[in-house]
């Protein structure tokens, strides 16, 4: 006869399944489990990028006239106001009502969440986002769509950790996948997203992290060609690099991108300091106002821009139009940015970029018609350096560009613009990255030293000691004798719901052979060395062990579960011991 299984028995088999499960992924070395969950937060974020990409195409198609996607140059002189000034006001308002007074989205709230939550991310902030960037991309804010799409994806990920209840060491990682996945969504850039979440949110490259944030990347951009198909972003003739002769122009407009970075990203955390106590509806109608009323004399900076890069790439923009034109997305995007509209910077950075780089082509033209390359290839270029200098992410910028352009001619110049650029920024202008300044323009840094990354990988399941037991104060000597059958290394004093006091199961041994007749020991009171224990969940990392210990001023946590509301289940003990040999065998 088939054995049928308890409610009870299926209940215990699930939690013993888990508890393996959880210990497997604490490991710093685990990669099958992990690469399994990449994949499915890959797929998840495609089709949340696909859903967001759909409703902002849709509002547009319903607004803008004609059949161009970013066609604000075809409306009206008072819609072009009208339309950022409107949405400006009802983003105010969404987030008024239901932002809770914390209205931070985007990479930066990623990266602050990855910094001091373990990269634990609400589902309201999510769907805030998704309605948020939205309303501002179809109200033609001069903003990106990638922002938005990084938070979704890393909030994708980070619930679906949460839901599955997986140690916080894997939290970050299925963050990182979201935010690959969602990268690679977007532009289409499977290899540009994993270097991007490698380097501008995660801030390390580890190898086993790398195999699940490839499939989530993967996974993801197999959604978004399965709708949209494979074309890339910008689709541009063949260029080439003509001759040596040109590299000082190239270093040139290095120095140009570096300086426009830089210019903006003070210019964007100015604003943000600025307006830090204004009411946020205040802030997004002013800016708004601002964008649109740039807006009836230069259309072009309206909205993601896409259009107006492939015309500059195209080298159908003229030079006076040029610099027109990067004044005003140089002033709308910091407004809109630094005021707090949920949107985007990397698709701005590359606009600016391409607006530099289109007039430093149009330079080269006048001064060594000889032997220029097209404008197209100079724009390309500045595209490359001001993504580089902007986010510090000169990997992530050479791969977007590549993967965005199939323009594999850029990659020898682009690598020395980029470099020009960001030195200029980083070392002439002792400037940081924008993520980091608008992090430290809200009192945030971010500490990445080698321990904190190496300790972060690592969770408490996997290098706790098992060998306890946990005890009243006053047992019974035959219960204390049968606890310590099994040799455990510690006892848990418990007094109250939760122990508190930790001591070596050694000295107890030798106190119940020297007194056998004893009826019951009082384990407080014994010769014994005694020590102050604090708790902590199961699923947290070293880095939050090491520091909860350094909090409560103790060498050693127990570990526990709460398998229901309010009921703390032991089941480790971790030493401050094990975390310093766990990072020096790193």
Known sequence: MPVMLSRRQIRRWLEDWHDQFVTHLSRADAQLQPALLGLVVGLLTGLVIVAFRWLVELGQAGILPGQDPEGFENLPLLWRFLLPVLSGLLIGLLFHLWSKGDQVVGIIHVMERLAYHQGRLPFRKLWLQFVGAALALVGGHSIGREGPSVHLGAATGSLLGQYLAVPNNNVRILVACGTAAAIAASFNTPLAGVVFAMEVVMLEYT??????????????????????????????????????????????????????????????AWLAAYSREWPFVVKTTAAGIIVGGIGIFYPQVLGIGYDTVGEALAGELGLVLLLGILLAKFAATSTAIGFGVPGGVVGPSLFLGAIVGSAMGYVVMSTA????????????????????????????????????????????????????????????????????????????????????????????????????????????????????????????????????????????????????????????????????????????????????????????????????????????????????????FQ
């Not at 541009?236 to 407009?253: A, Q």
């Not at 300044?437 to 990988?457: E, K, S, V, Y």
């Open 207 to 268: 190898i086993t992290s790398f195999i699940p944030v490839i499939l989530a990347a993967v996974s993801a951009t197999g959604v978004t060609i399965a709708v949209y198909g494979n074309s890339p972003v910008f689709i541009i003739p063949e260029l080439s690099f003509n001759s040596l002769r040109e590299l000082p122009f190239v270093v040139l407009l290095g120095l140009l991108c570096g300086l426009t970075a830089t210019l903006f990203i003070r210019l964007v």
């Open 369 to 584: 018609p000889a032997y220029s390359s097209e404008i197209g290839f100079y724009t390309l270029l500045g595209m490359t350096a001001m993504m580089g200098a902007m986010f510090r992410a000169p990997l992530a910028a050479l791969l977007a560009i590549l993967e965005m352009t199939y323009s594999p001619t850029v990659i020898f110049p682009g690598m020395l613009a980029i470099v020009i650029a960001e030195l200029t920024r980083s070392e002439a202008f002792h400037q940081v990255s924008f993520f980091r300044a608008l992090l430290q323009a809200r009192g945030l840094d971010i500490n990445m030293n080698p321990m904190t990354q190496a300790l972060r990988r690592i969770g408490v399941a996997s290098q706790m000691s098992l060998r306890f037991v946990v005890l009243p104060q006053k047992p019974t000597a035959e219960d204390l004798r049968r606890a310590l059958m099994d040799g455990p290394h510690w006892i848990l004093l418990q007094s109250g719901e939760a122990p508190d006091t930790v001591m070596p199961a050694i000295d107890v041994v030798r106190y119940v052979d020297e007194f056998p007749d004893i009826d019951r020991v009082d384990l407080v009171n014994i010769p014994a060395k005694r020590s102050a224990i604090a708790g902590i969940h199961k699923r947290a990392s070293l880095l939050e062990a090491e520091e909860l210990m350094r909090a409560k001023g103790v060498d050693s946590l127990y570990v526990y579960d709460m398998p229901a509301p309010a009921m703390r289940r032991v089941k480790g003990i971790i030493e401050r011991s094990i975390i310093e040999s766990s990072y020096r």
